[in-house]
């Protein structure tokens, strides 16, 4: 029993630092999602190129025009999501800090 006591404040002593400094984790985790929403962005344009040559290659085939319309289809779904959640992070950050 003492021993998980003695856990217990061992992490709470080394989280506090953590909590005690909501800027510095506010801020990481700003450049962790700017980090994922770069890397997405640059995945999405090289899909959309993609969608394109594989829309310019499909010579008529009627499934390889579905197939590049699908791709675009679900790279722009994806963008939306990928912003959505960057603002809904906006939001929550604007409503917890401040």
Same mark, same amino acid.
């Given at each position: ?5 003695? =856990? &217990? ?8 630092? /953590? ?9 990481? /985790?700003?450049?962790?999602? #700017?980090? &994922?929403?770069?890397?997405?962005? =640059? ?17 008529? #085939?009627?499934?390889?025009?579905? =197939? ?12 939306? &999501? &990928?912003?959505?959640?960057? =603002? ?11």
């Amino acid at each position: 029993m003492n021993k998980k006591i003695v =856990g &217990i404040l061992t992490l709470a002593v080394l989280v506090m630092p /953590i909590i005690a400094s909501a800027d510095v984790v506010t801020e990481t /985790i700003n450049n962790v999602t #700017d980090f &994922i929403v770069q890397i997405t962005l =640059g995945l999405a344009v090289l899909a959309y190129v993609g969608a394109g040559l594989l829309h310019l290659t499909a010579m008529g #085939d009627a499934n390889k025009i579905n =197939g590049a319309r699908n791709v675009v289809l679900y790279t722009t779904i994806g963008v939306v &999501i &990928i912003l959505m959640a960057k =603002g809904f992070l906006s939001i929550v950050e604007t409503l917890v800090v401040k």
